[in-house]
């Protein structure tokens, strides 16, 4: 059976992601589930436009562990259109679009008027970093340097939380207990950098989302065992979790050092499944909003 364009595209974006956890693991690279650029998020250099969900997944994983230092791309034609050359040998990124649309349905309402059913439209695009672009005739909008504020609103996306666990300071090792429903955490001078310590709290704070009270996910309420499958998915909704979050600060996500069972984990998940990336990045983006107090 032929596949439909949008499972073709989560196949390619997830082909993609699995082909970086490879490359950072066989040479030896850390990496970073959603780099920062302060202010700046992945986005086209052309039109603007943000990558949001696996789109920003992506772009920042490849941007950390091909070490490029922009987090802005193109396509090709686009590149063309400014004069640039993608440089043999360059491989680009497949980046999917989403469109709602909407259509009659077969159901009437009050007024005998069809009901209006949403629909969505997948398209997906090949995209090169500017990096792998040589003789662009554009300007390259420069990065702003670190501030105190993205640390200050971390600090207040934790106090303001709803439905904040107790967070237990000290010990040697981050975890959420799920029975107990509380978060513990090594004090912060513990840690190489602040922003890693708020990494962390982050991770296990997103955990946290999944227990019955909260968002109920099967993969802190009910029973898992490293390895299995709903703990892969829960530890990479706990990851894009945390990434996303740094992300609203503008602070650097902590970077996943090169750690074999974790990663090998997760590449043997999502290519058993490939549509865990796209599920990952929602629960994600829903435990996120949680956090946030977001509707």
């Not at 043999?88 to 909407?102: D, M, N, Q, T």
Request: charge should be positive; proline fraction near 4%; aromatic fraction near 10%.
């Amino acid at each position: 059976m032929k596949k439909s364009t949008s499972q073709t595209s989560f196949d390619k974006i997830t082909d993609s992601v699995i082909s970086l956890l490879e490359k950072s693991q066989n040479e030896g690279k850390p990496l970073s589930w959603v780099k920062s650029w302060k202010s700046v998020y992945p986005q086209n250099l052309k039109t603007k436009n943000i990558y949001k969900g696996v789109n920003e997944i992506l772009t920042s994983l490849a941007c950390s562990v091909n070490e490029w230092e922009n987090p802005y791309f193109l396509t090709f034609k686009q590149a063309k259109e400014f004069n640039g050359k993608v440089k043999k040998g360059e491989k680009s990124l497949p980046i999917l679009f989403v469109e709602a649309k909407e259509k009659d349905s077969d159901l009437l309402d009050e007024k005998g008027e069809p009901v209006k059913e949403t629909y969505f439209i997948y398209k997906w695009f090949n995209i090169f970093n500017i990096s792998q672009i040589e003789g662009l005739e554009i300007e390259i909008p420069k990065i702003s340097e670190t501030e105190d504020k993205p640390l200050l609103e971390a600090e207040k996306i934790v106090s303001e939380m709803p439905k904040l666990p107790e967070i237990k300071s000290g010990g040697g090792r981050c975890f959420y207990n799920p029975i107990k429903d509380f978060v513990g955490i090594p004090v912060r001078n513990s840690f190489k950098s602040i922003e890693d310590y708020y990494s962390s709290l982050f991770h296990e704070l997103v955990h946290s989302t999944g227990h019955k009270s909260r968002l109920n996910r099967k993969g802190v309420s009910g029973n898992t065992k490293f390895g299995d499958s709903v703990y892969s998915k829960e530890e990479l909704i706990a990851e894009f979790g945390s990434a996303f979050l740094c992300s609203v600060c503008g602070i650097e996500n902590k970077t996943i050092e090169n750690n074999t069972a974790y990663i090998q984990g997760w590449i043997k998940a999502l290519k058993n499944d490939k549509s865990l990336l796209l599920k990952a990045s929602s629960q994600a983006k829903k435990s996120v909003k949680f956090i946030l107090n977001q509707k």
